[in-house]
């Protein structure tokens, strides 16, 4: 079965630092996707980022982008130019490529940014 | 462009009753998926849906939880005789498709939070 572990259960940030929240996973398959979710305060689980296995390119979206080591299963966000309103929990999620569609989490990481 | 919508967002419920969640899903998707949150835990899957049909339920506990799809109206996850245990947030998700592509992406609504005193 698919794991997914974030070893950080909290991080800090100083606001325009940058921060770097960890994700690894443990599969047996080739191709699969890669996710980080954010979920504020209100609860709303938020789309961040997403990366294909099968992509050598590591995902960018203007200030996150992430650290994607196949071989070492590692997949790591980067926050740059930190804002107040990143604070939030961010997961890390799996999903194996095809007909398997579940998303397995880790248990997040809580994200605060200081002013 | 609405985004996928949940009703309640909070439901309180005695020991024994029924919770009925709803989920419209985004517009244009017919792949759902309900997932559970524990305190302190990250989103377990529950059960996958397309119209009026249930894909996979592996993640449901076996008694008192169902779901479904119709082909008219929202999605529903009905819990009978609720237990303290119950007490989560459901989360529901939509995708486009699951052919492996972009469209795939699950987007989530925002969740209803069930407390049972």
């Known amino acids: 079965a698919q794991t997914v572990t974030q070893s950080q259960p909290e991080m800090s940030v100083q606001e325009a630092e940058t921060v770097t929240l960890s994700c690894t996973y443990d599969?047996?398959?080739?191709?699969?996707?890669l996710f980080w979710y954010k979920q504020p305060p209100s609860r709303q689980m938020i789309l961040v980022i997403r990366?294909?296995?099968?992509?050598?390119q590591n995902a960018t979206e203007n200030r996150f982008s992430v650290n994607f080591q196949k071989a070492a299963k590692s997949f790591s966000l980067k926050i740059s130019d930190s804002q107040l309103g990143d604070a939030a929990m961010y997961f890390c999620?799996?999903?194996?490529?095809?007909?398997?569609?579940?998303?397995?989490f880790g248990k997040g990481t809580l994200l605060t940014v200081n002013p | 462009n609405a985004g996928v919508m949940q009703n309640p967002r909070h439901l309180v419920r005695r020991r024994g009753q029924e919770a009925r969640l709803r989920c419209s899903p985004m517009?244009?998707?017919?792949?759902v998926y309900w997932y559970r949150q524990l305190p302190e835990e990250g989103l377990k899957f529950m059960v996958y849906?397309?119209?009026?049909?249930?894909?996979?339920e592996s993640g449901m506990p076996k008694e008192r939880f169902s779901a479904e799809f119709p082909k008219e109206g929202p999605s529903i996850l009905r819990i009978q005789q609720v237990v303290r245990g119950d007490s989560a947030a459901y989360f529901c998700?939509?995708?486009?498709?699951?052919?492996?592509?972009?469209?795939?992406?699950?987007?989530f609504g925002p969740g209803t939070r069930l407390t049972v005193l």
């Open positions: 998700a939509s995708s486009h498709s699951t052919s492996g592509g972009p469209t795939d992406t699950q987007y």
């Open positions: 599969t047996s398959e080739s191709d699969y996707y």
């Open positions: 990366q294909e296995a099968y992509k050598q």
């Open positions: 999620a799996y999903r194996r490529r095809g007909s398997n569609y579940k998303l397995t």
């Open positions: 517009k244009g998707h017919s792949h």
């Open positions: 849906l397309q119209k009026e049909n249930i894909i996979d």
